[in-house]
């Protein structure tokens, strides 16, 4: 089984950028989907992005065009690069981990973001 660990979180201003890395343990993520997602207080969680195993991306709307996700293998790590940030933006990120073929989704402790002045 996976484990992850997010980190790279912490406070920043409007219109500023953080990077989130996700580093996974105990298996190749190689043949697995990887994602993110974020839940605010009082909010569902939801998908901010994911990454397959052939590299595709795949974004939630309110991210789109600010948000780029990638993998490095070797590392065994996922990056979450985020530009532009918004107050709505605010929340704990969570990185996910499903294998090809199964549904069993392992996620990470997460790490809070706050865009705030």
């Known amino acids: 089984q996976v484990q992850l660990v997010e980190s790279g979180g912490g406070l920043v201003q409007p219109g500023g950028s953080l990077r989130l890395s996700c580093a996974a343990s105990?298996?190749?993520?190689?043949?697995?989907?990887m994602g993110w997602h974020r839940q605010a207080p009082g909010k569902q969680r939801e998908l901010v992005a994911q990454?397959?195993?052939?590299?595709?991306?795949n974004y939630g709307d309110s991210v789109k065009g600010r948000f780029t996700t990638s993998r490095d293998n070797a590392q065994n790590t996922v990056y979450l690069q985020m530009n532009s940030l918004k107050p709505e933006d605010t929340a704990v990120y969570y990185c996910?981990?499903?294998?090809?073929?199964?549904?069993?989704?392992?996620w990470g402790q997460g790490t809070q973001v706050t865009v705030s002045s």
């Open positions: 105990g298996t190749r993520i190689s043949r697995y989907v």
């Open positions: 996910s981990a499903r294998e090809l073929g199964r549904t069993l989704t392992n």
């Open positions: 990454i397959f195993t052939s590299g595709t991306t």
